[in-house]
């Protein structure tokens, strides 16, 4: 069966740094599109990111945009967000999600991994 797994999540401090894997399994990784979607305290689902099958391809938000890098090693089955100059609105679980959320087309969630960015 299809299985997302995040790991990297923590607290960091404002200006820091985190970076986000997610661990893909029970499908053929290369083949999908991935994103990152993330949801803070008490809002709604937010879309982070996206990126192509193949890599070659990336959408990010304004919010993120400048600050994370999306990115994925096929070999290992692996989607990852780097995370920097991290602020308190950063707050959020972030979701790997199969698909490309922000066309509508995810189908499969990862369990999710709390990010904290508090001094």
């Known amino acids: 069966q299809v299985q997302l797994v995040e790991s990297g999540g923590g607290l960091v401090q404002p200006g820091g740094s985190l970076r986000l894997s997610c661990a893909g399994s029970?499908?053929?990784?290369?083949?999908?599109?991935m994103s990152w979607v993330r949801q803070a305290p008490g809002k709604g689902l937010e879309w982070v990111s996206d990126?192509?099958?193949?890599?070659?391809?990336?959408s990010y938000a304004d919010s993120v945009k400048g600050r994370f890098t999306i990115s994925r090693d096929n070999a290992k089955n692996t989607l990852y967000l780097q995370m920097n100059s991290l602020k308190p609105e950063d707050t959020a679980v972030y979701y790997c999600?199969?698909?490309?959320?922000?066309?509508?087309?995810?189908?499969?969630w990862g369990q999710g991994t709390q990010v904290t960015v508090s001094s």
């Open positions: 029970g499908f053929t990784f290369s083949l999908y599109a």
């Open positions: 990126i192509s099958s193949g890599g070659g391809t990336t």
């Open positions: 999600v199969r698909g490309n959320y922000g066309l509508g087309r995810a189908d499969y």
